[in-house]
């Protein structure tokens, strides 16, 4: 079994992202979608924890949402897989399931 | 009857990122209708408030209207006082240098544009804060 889990929420705003990469399971995927994105960024208090669940899951951030904010994707986290919305289809159906942190 | 007009002291605290909900855009648009009522009003960026100001908002491709240029008429409604806290930006890897540029016109020195952003400690924030009359949290 492998999940897709969704994160839609900055990780400066509650514990979202910390809980979901703790529960993550062997071969899961993270999409940070909507305020989410922000965890995906270089540089910030969180950075540290993207970038040691990269060592063990796929991280993937959704382009639109980036763009909107104005987050360059020069400063995305090396390894995070910049995604858009076609590709987050492809990935609901690529996972046996899927996880919307709310 | 006297026709004074009370001013008082209004802070709008902005703390949270512009598009995941809406009160980037509701604070935005209560602090223009305070503004056309003659009042003291300063804005503080705070914790997620900071991505409020980013440069290079492109919102087309998530369908949402993209409302960082209404910044930039804040001067116009003389809103000459916008604090950014130094920390938040620090713990997002952010610096001045990511957000646009707020001025206002002097009318009193031939409408030379000036600064209105001013980067704040939070203790400086705070004894800012403490003088208001009111603070409105966004």
């Known amino acids: 079994m492998n999940m897709l889990h969704t994160v839609n929420k900055s990780p400066f705003e509650n514990y979202t992202v910390s809980s979901c990469i703790s529960m993550c399971a062997k071969d899961s995927s993270i999409l940070f979608i909507e305020d989410g994105v922000i965890s995906v960024m270089k540089s910030t208090k969180f950075s540290e924890i993207i970038e040691s669940a990269l060592k063990n899951f796929k991280v993937y951030a959704l382009k639109p949402d980036l763009d909107a904010r104005g987050l360059s994707l020069n400063n995305v986290i090396e390894g995070v897989e910049i995604v858009g919305y076609e590709e987050f289809v492809d990935l609901t159906t690529e996972h046996d399931s899927v996880q919307s942190w709310l | ?138």
């Open chain 2, 1 to 138: 009857m006297s026709e004074d007009v009370i001013t008082k002291k209004f802070m709008y605290v902005n703390r949270k990122s512009p598009y995941g909900t809406i009160y980037a855009l509701e604070a935005l648009e209560v602090v223009l209708i305070t503004a056309a009522f003659d009042q003291d009003v300063s804005l503080t960026f705070i914790d997620d408030g900071v991505y409020q100001l980013m440069k290079d908002q492109k919102t087309e491709g998530i369908g949402m209207k993209n409302f960082s240029s209404t910044y930039s008429a804040l001067g116009d409604y003389e809103i000459k006082k916008i604090f950014i806290d130094k920390e938040s930006l620090e713990e997002r890897g952010l610096s001045l240098s990511d957000l646009q540029e707020l001025v206002w016109e002097d009318e009193d020195e031939d409408y030379v544009e000036k600064n209105s952003i001013n980067l704040v400690s939070r203790s400086e924030l705070s004894e800012i804060m403490n003088k208001q009359d009111v603070v409105l949290s966004f």
